[in-house]
């Protein structure tokens, strides 16, 4: 459990095994020892492999309930903040007064200096492949201007540096990866089943880490649709 505070800085409150305490047990985000099949040489071989982790997360604001979302339970207080930012209810870390987030609910709850917020009433479903959802008053974003540019050989450069930063992907596969780049080295990362979410994951540590996004390379594994544009873009 993580209780933040972002007028006072950040505090964590945690009942997890002591850091020092060494751990056989899987990273966060990981199942360890699932069971399958394989068929090679005319014949099945069983398998016991390490796979992601998939969790239903829900978002309340202000004591009611916006979404849940379908992820990786890794970076869960940045997701939160990222979806809240990228969905166009927070700009800053200064429009939320408390926020306390819980793996083992599955929860963030999260109080906006806003008491009168109210939750958006119409939502959209997305092209992601389980069914992300947006809300219709952020659906357009103004065009970016920018006379930032990069070659071609550093974006593989940094395709590169992110891919070998990709630690559930390169233990496990089967999952995605997005990251923010200066055009000299990664920044910040996220990983995650969904590809929206791993941008709500690097938008969230932008905002806690103070990374400006402003003429930066965002690097991503996933398909771009156009909810991954505009998230981009905002």
């Known amino acids: 459990e993580l209780l933040f505070k972002p007028q006072s800085g950040a505090r964590f409150m945690t009942d ?4 020092n305490q060494e751990s056989t047990s899987e990273p966060a985000g990981i199942s360890s020892d699932i069971d399958c099949y394989r068929y090679v040489g005319r014949k099945w071989q069983l398998l016991h492999i390490p796979v992601p982790r998939e969790m239903a997360f829900t978002l309340f604001i202000n ?4 979404v849940n979302i ?4 890794v970076k869960l207080n940045q997701l939160a ?6 969905q166009g209810i927070i700009s800053e870390m200064g429009d939320v007064a ?3 987030v819980c793996e083992d609910d599955s929860l963030a709850d999260i109080t906006l200096k806003k008491a009168d917020f109210i939750l958006p009433d119409k939502r959209v479903l997305t092209s992601g492949c389980g069914g992300g959802v947006s809300f219709e008053s952020n659906l357009e974003e103004p065009p970016i201007v920018s006379d930032f540019e990069v070659d071609p050989q550093t974006l593989i450069l940094l395709m590169n540096q992110m891919l070998d930063q990709a630690e559930l992907y390169n233990r496990i596969g089967g999952i995605h990866t997005s990251a923010i780049s200066d055009g000299q080295a990664i920044l910040a990362i ?3 089943i969904g590809r929206h979410n791993t941008l709500d994951k690097i938008a969230g540590e932008c905002l806690l880490r103070k990374i400006t996004t402003i003429d930066r390379i965002l690097l991503t594994t996933g398909r771009i649709s156009s909810e991954m544009v505009r998230k981009s873009a905002r």
């Open 16 to 19: 997890r095994i002591d850091p």
């Open 81 to 86: 903040l990222g979806y809240l930012f990228n």
């Open 70 to 73: 379908l992820c990786t339970p």
């Open 190 to 192: 996220g990983e995650d």
């Open 63 to 66: 004591g009611h309930e916006l």
């Open 98 to 100: 408390l926020m306390r």
